[in-house]
């Protein structure tokens, strides 16, 4: 039984505040949580409570959310079964009372739900991925760490804003093992180091996710550095290494006149011709994911992106899904999307999360379990990774303790589980 619940206001790796939250069980077992936070949020998130007083961080305090951890929610919990996760995030969603958690903050409850769980976990003497694994999936299910994609080259509301795209990946499909995906990561993250010197591009400094954030003349020229970068570390492109994107592309829409905005390269695009430049893209480079293609709101452009692509690269919906149950469900009865991206901070619970990963599983899309670009060194991502079975994981790139904290995480799984890796051929049932 939960016997104490204590919230605090801790900084994440932009230096912004966030909630952590410590459960202490009346065995005197204890679990801690510390909350992730997004810069380039999608508009049907669950609330992220700020204090918005401009006299201290720029009024992003989170002493309301800590002050409803504190009192408010430990007041319905102190008490209750922390093993029974579903009455807990439960009870606190109806405490909360509105539909997206602006009332309590979706920070404050989500603190709580994770914290809870790890104290479980503890009591249990089990890693948190174990105790995730017992309570979420089937018995005979076998655990693996998920395949990594990883960030190398950000834009977008990561970088200033240098390139319209957010996040240029790669996956190191051709990787046996968890620890030789990270060697062939580890290997273009230099190598693209050393390209951006040699060519002479100003803004070598890095971005909110670790990877690199040049000031390029086009969002293509990311995609051909990434490629070179793969060739000089000796890996053979789309065979052992490919590419993701991330085009976020919710932030350069125009919802009012339903088109694309690319700033940098001072074109604008209507849904479909977005689709024919990705297309030509998945033509001349290895891609094998392009997450949010199209904006949040284009539900039409979705399902014209899903029956043109979706036979050929994974189309992951994040802003779009928002990691919610409803919308994921619309997603997959109109054909739009073929993977969910999955943010426990979009949602707000464990519960809900689990809810979200398994829809997305029921109807055959894949999930890749994400960090966010405000991250702090906390590692419950990997663990929820491994124990919901996401099969693919985003953590941001090899660089900063705040990413590497998680890489690390799973480095330690991979040896209790003696190995196992998702690899490559996840992707494979995508592209029939
Ligand atoms: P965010 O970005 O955490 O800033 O929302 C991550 C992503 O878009 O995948
Ligand atoms: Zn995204």
Known sequence: RIKSITGREILDSRGNPTVEVDVTLESGHTGRMMVPSGASTGRFEAWELRDGDSSRFRGK??????????????????????EDQANLDHRMLELDGTDNKSR?????????????????????GKPLYRHLADMYLSENERLSIPLPMVNIISGGLHAGKNIDIQDFLIYPVGAETYPQALEMISA????????????????????????????????????ELLCSAIELA????????????????????NINNHVYELHSEQ????????IDMLEQWIHRYPILSIEDGLAEDDWEGWQELTARLGGKVQLVGDDLFTTNPNRIQHGIDIK????????????????????????????????????RS??????????????????QIKIGSLARSSRLSKYNQLLRINEQLGGAFAGGSILSHTNH
């Open 336 to 371: 739009a999307g073929n993977a969910v991206l999955v943010k426990m901070n979009q949602i707000g619970t464990l519960t809900e999360t689990v809810a979200a990963v398994r829809l997305a599983k029921s109807a055959g899309f894949q999930t890749v379990i994400s960090a």
């Open 104 to 124: 309590l903050g979706a920070n404050a409850i989500l603190g709580i739900s994770f914290a809870a769980a790890h104290a479980v976990a503890s009591a249990a």
């Open 234 to 253: 000796g890996l053979k492109l789309g065979e052992e290494v490919g590419i993701a994107l991330d085009i976020a592309s919710s932030h350069f829409y």
């Open 374 to 391: 405000g991250e702090t060194e906390d590692a419950t991502l990997s663990d929820l990774a491994v124990g919901l079975n996401g099969g």
């Open 267 to 274: 074109r604008i695009l209507s849904s479909s011709q977005m």
């Open 61 to 82: 305090g989170v002493q309301k959310a800590v002050h409803h951890v504190n009192h408010e929610l430990s007041g319905i919990l102190i008490g209750q079964d922390a």
């Open 188 to 223: 273009v993250y230099w190598k693209t180091q050393e390209l951006i010197l040699k060519k002479g591009y100003v803004g070598y400094l890095l971005a909110d996710e670790g990877g690199f954030g040049p000031a390029l003349s086009s969002n293509e020229e990311a995609l």
